[in-house]
């Protein structure tokens, strides 16, 4: 699943310390590691590049975990994804990341990602190659992202979609569009 | 924003001319003979949907739409939530239905939220008459009424507002209404167990600038507010019910009191009360809320009259 080969050079020895992490990989059906080492001289920890689908780069740390949460990924319904936690970064000190081969993210699923991930960039791949990059935005408005932690909300017994209007975005805070309850950044990965 | 049609959910959908608005069509409505407004909502059918028990809020919605001479359908308690209940059948259904029936509905739910599902479901307006420990938007028309007719302004008022500041969806929406009155100062007075939660502190204090103080002594906002607004501290709200029997007394006003400390102060209560106002209290001078309680009519006939587009009764 992985291979991290050792580097000759004190530059790549420095590098690989920077991109040191876990990565653990889900095979797909049918699919090889989606891990590997690009070539016998490097110590980086080379994830391989995918075809066609999403990466989210600029996870916080510890994050990417809730974002597979949010892609419904698990035993049951395996996805081909690359996932490295922990890895340095110069803006956000260590970040996680994530390939997904073969899948281009929806609008909504966009929406809950950054939610939880507010610094994450999404680079959609095809061929190969980056088509398009962009930050993750959270909506003005979440519809049916994320369920009401208020017991008693209306939302919670009638089979109804959730509304939060979002108050701010840094950090994040969203008022239930029904029960007006407020809930603030720290809370909310817990309603997605 | 035009009146006819429009739901009435929560405070914060009411700019300061919106509430004014209705403060000047309840005194016409008020002051106006009774056989003006008699005939206003004729033909009109009110459907009052309390799915929980209401003594005030029902009773004045229903005795304000017969005086606009319309007709009610509609129950309180069981008599809703039981065929609901055996039927398994849903709240959206429910208001649906009635919306089909009946020109406008006022709805009273335990869960929060439910007056905005109400609202969004509903072909007639809604009028929201409580939701869960969330909105309460006509109790606070009804105080404001009672302060603008008790000392003619509602701007530059001292108002001490006292008891349980926590669970009480009253003094969340009133505290949200003064704060849109230039000059308006506002003494929170409770235990440190019931403090008004910081988060609508902070956004009244945001979006309106309001002038907030902390204060635990109910001596103090006796001596130096024009209005002391008392609530009770609700026994359905608190899990533990010996914390409930702590906090209960901690807060009351006697008429000793109000002798001993001089006090000129309104005295309102969202009713109904426990013993935060004792009974020697209401020959007082100070004493409104029985008034308070019955200006619930005219600033209901307003709001009736004001969604189902009916004009005023001059």
Redesign the interface.
Known sequence: MKRVKRAKTKRTKAKAARTRGVVAARAGAGGKSAAGASGAESKEMVVTKIRDGTVIDHIPFGRSLKILKILGVSEKNPAKIALMIGVESRHLGKKDLLKIEGVELDDRTLGKIAVVAPTATINIIKDYKVARKTKATIPEELSSVMR?L?P????N????GTRFIVEAKNPLRVR???????FEEDVIPEAL | MGWQGRDII?I?DLSKGDVLDVLSAAKKMESAPPAAASRLAAGKVMASLFFEPSTRTRLSFETAMNHLGGRIIGGAGSEITGTMEKKLE???DVIRMASGYADVIVVR??????A??AAEVADVPVINAG?????HPTQTLIDLYTMQKRLGKLENLKIAIVGDLKYGRTVHSLAYALAMFKGVRMTLVSPPELKMPT?LVE?IEKKFKADFKENTSLEAALKSNDVVYMTRIQRERFPDPQEYERLRGAYSISRRLLEETKSRAVIMHPLPRVDEITRDVDATKNAAYFEQAKNGVPVRMALLSLVLGLGVAR
Do not use: A, K, M
């Open positions: 009401c208020n008693v909300c209306i939302t017994r009638e089979h109804i239930c569009h029904y029960c007006e309850r407020v | 929560s914060r849903s709240f959206s739910h335990p869960l929060e939220g439910s905005r599902l939701d869960g420990s969330n909105q988060g956004e």
